[in-house]
């Protein structure tokens, strides 16, 4: 499968954006889908992830109560609803995919996309 992100951008804090995450080349609906993220000079981390039906959803602590993903499969889409931004949540996005397992380690995802750059400043 391929994966491609998009919809990052410039945001103030308390801002909003939404990532996008378009895949083609298999069937979407197979694949449990994730997020993650890399801030300039630190480990890439997870953000959150769904399941492929939409049934299950993960984040991390830090986003909890202001990050939202959620799937369209009939669109072969996932996306990232992100609120509240704060200046720490600053890095590159990326979504991932995994057939079997939930997303939500490094070790777990099978496909990578191409990231988005998020900068919320203050």
């Known amino acids: 499968v391929q994966l491609q992100a998009s919809g990052g951008g410039l945001v103030q804090a308390g801002g909003s954006l939404r990532l996008s995450c378009q895949a083609s080349?298999?069937?979407?609906?197979?694949?449990?889908m994730g997020w993650f993220r890399q801030a300039p000079g630190k480990e890439r981390e997870f953000v959150a992830a769904?399941?492929?039906?939409?049934?299950?959803?993960f984040y991390a602590d830090s986003v909890k109560g202001r990050f939202t993903i959620s799937r369209d499969n009939a669109e072969n889409t996932v996306y990232l609803q992100m609120n509240s931004l704060k200046p720490e949540d600053t890095a590159v996005y990326y979504c991932?995919?995994?057939?079997?397992?939930?997303?939500?380690?490094?070790?777990?995802?099978?496909?990578w996309g191409k990231g988005t750059q998020v900068t919320v400043s203050q």
């Open positions: 080349g298999s069937t979407f609906s197979s694949y449990n």
């Open positions: 991932a995919a995994a057939t079997n397992v939930m997303p939500n380690t490094l070790e777990r995802v099978e496909y």
């Open positions: 769904i399941s492929w039906s939409g049934a299950r959803t």
